[in-house]
T-cell receptor
Framework: AQTVTQSQPEMSVQEAETVTLSCTYD???????LFWYKQPPSRQMILVIR??????QNATENRFSVNFQKAAKSFSLKISDSQLGDAAMYFC????????????FGSGTQLTVLP | DTEVTQTPKHLVMGMTNKKSLKCEQH?????MYWYKQKAKKPPELMFV???????INESVPSRFSPECPNSSLLNLHLHALQPEDSALYLC??????????FGPGTRLTVT
């Protein structure tokens, strides 16, 4: 069975600074996707960034980037130039390649952005 | 457009009531999902529909009854719920089975 672990229940960052959220996962499969989702207080789950396991290049979306270490099964999210609107619960998630598969979520990291 | 809509936003129901949650997407996605989420916890998968057929049922009690009338619409029928069923109910859809796009959720309170 696949598992996703987020070891930081809470993190805080000063506005305009950089923060890194950690995620590790366990799988015996080789073909999968990894995601970071953001859930602000409004409770809408928003896709932040996606990484295909077969790609060596780390995904980047504006101020958000990942450090994907496939051998170490590590998938961290770096948020640069943090903004107040980045405050949210962040979930790391894993899914096997294929249709209508189940997302496996980590337990989440609550990020606070300090003005 | 990556929009999934859900209605209602909030729902309060008694334990003897029958109500339904509705989810809609017009992105041409052929997989749709129902999740239940408690506060400060990750979403828990309830049901998956693939090409309008139920493909995964995660041992959900029969008081929850899903329905997929067409490729754009997903319903969750609720009957005789318990207070512990109070939660945020999220709908999601996906095209290729990779990223799932979530709706804003229905916050359900069972009294």
């Amino acid at each position: 069975a696949q598992t996703v672990t987020q070891s930081q229940p809470e993190m805080s960052v000063q506005e305009a600074e950089t923060v890194t959220l950690s995620c590790t996962y366990d799988t015996s499969e080789s073909d999968y996707y990894l995601f970071w989702y953001k859930q602000p207080p409004s409770r809408q789950m928003i896709l932040v960034i996606r990484q295909e396991a077969y790609k060596q290049q780390n995904a980047t979306e504006n101020r958000f980037s990942v450090n994907f270490q496939k051998a170490a099964k590590s998938f961290s999210l770096k948020i640069s130039d943090s903004q107040l609107g980045d405050a949210a619960m962040y979930f790391c998630a894993y899914i096997l390649v294929g249709s209508a598969r189940q997302l496996t979520f980590g337990s989440g990291t609550q990020l606070t952005v300090l003005p | 457009d990556t929009e999934v809509t859900q209605t209602p936003k909030h729902l309060v129901m008694g334990m003897t009531n029958k109500k339904s949650l509705k989810c809609e997407q017009h992105m041409g996605h052929r997989a749709m999902y129902w999740y239940k989420q408690k506060a400060k916890k990750p979403p828990e998968l309830m049901f998956v529909y693939s090409y309008e057929k139920l493909s995964i049922n995660e041992s959900v009690p029969s008081r929850f009854s899903p329905e997929c009338p067409n490729s754009s619409l997903l319903n969750l029928h609720l009957h005789a719920l318990q207070p512990e069923d109070s939660a945020l109910y999220l709908c999601a859809s996906s095209l290729t089975g990779s990223e799932q796009y979530f709706g804003p959720g229905t916050r359900l309170t069972v009294t």
